[in-house]
């Protein structure tokens, strides 16, 4: 069984920092894109940033683009983001998901809160 | 990036009942990356659909997908209690708004 867990979110203030971390198992994690999609508190969906297999392509959404950095460690079965120069936008419910071809979101994670705030 | 715009925001149906729930998208997408997630009060999207018609593992045969071009729809029949939930197509980067599908 696929499971998906987040961790490393909680408060921080404007301009800080935090790294998220998803842990994969049940299934071939260095085989599998994965995604890291947000949820702002009672909005809708978005995609943040995603992985290749082998980390060799990242792509971001353009209003994290040079303040978030997705990674991925195969040996681990872990992907992280790094999340610099935060802001009160940025508060959401992250979740990690394991993508199929064609860019769906098979599984998801049950995630985690970041709050953005002084 | 195509836009994806789902329709009704909001439906309000008795158990039994059939609904059919739009997503338009702002120029023509692949059907082969369409797909549809449901999302549960305090849960996490769950895949319902992917590749416009074809269930996820474990959906029950009620839902169904179908369009083509920038028209899709995701049909819900014999709505049972358990299906009240949040609706968001998806394709790619993009998400629909979402439809709130709500059970008397």
Redo the contacts between chains.
């Keep these: 069984e696929v499971h998906l867990v987040e961790s490393g979110g909680g408060l921080v203030q404007p301009g800080g920092s935090l790294r998220l971390s998803c842990e994969a198992s049940g299934f071939s994690f260095s085989t599998s894109w994965m995604t890291w999609?947000r949820q702002p508190p009672g909005k809708?969906?978005?995609?943040v940033a995603n992985i290749k297999e082998d980390g060799s392509e990242k792509y971001y959404?353009g209003s994290v683009e040079g303040r978030f950095t997705i990674s991925r460690d195969n040996a681990k079965n872990s992907m992280y983001l790094q999340m610099n120069g935060l802001r009160g936008e940025d508060t959401a419910i992250y979740?990690c998901a394991k993508n199929?071809p064609?860019?769906?979101?098979?599984?998801?994670?049950?995630?985690t809160l970041v709050t953005v705030s002084s | 990036e195509p836009v994806l715009t789902q329709s009704p925001g909001t439906v309000s149906l008795a158990p039994g009942e059939r609904t059919a729930l739009s997503c338009r998208a702002s120029q023509s997408v692949s059907s082969s990356y369409l797909s549809w997630y449901q999302q549960k009060p305090g849960q996490a999207p769950r895949l319902l659909i992917y590749g416009a018609s074809t269930r996820a593992t474990g959906i029950p045969d009620r839902f169904s997908g179908s369009g083509s071009g920038t028209d899709f729809t995701l049909t819900i029949s014999r709505l049972e209690p358990e299906d009240s939930a949040v609706y968001y197509c998806q394709q790619h980067w993009s998400f629909g708004q979402g439809t709130k599908v709500e059970i008397k």
């Excluded at chain 1, 809708?44 to 995609?47: D, R, T, V, Y």
């Excluded at chain 1, 064609?102 to 995630?111: D, F, L, P, R, V």
């Design positions: 999609v809708g969906l978005e995609s959404v979740y199929r064609g860019g769906i979101y098979e599984n998801w994670g049950q995630g």
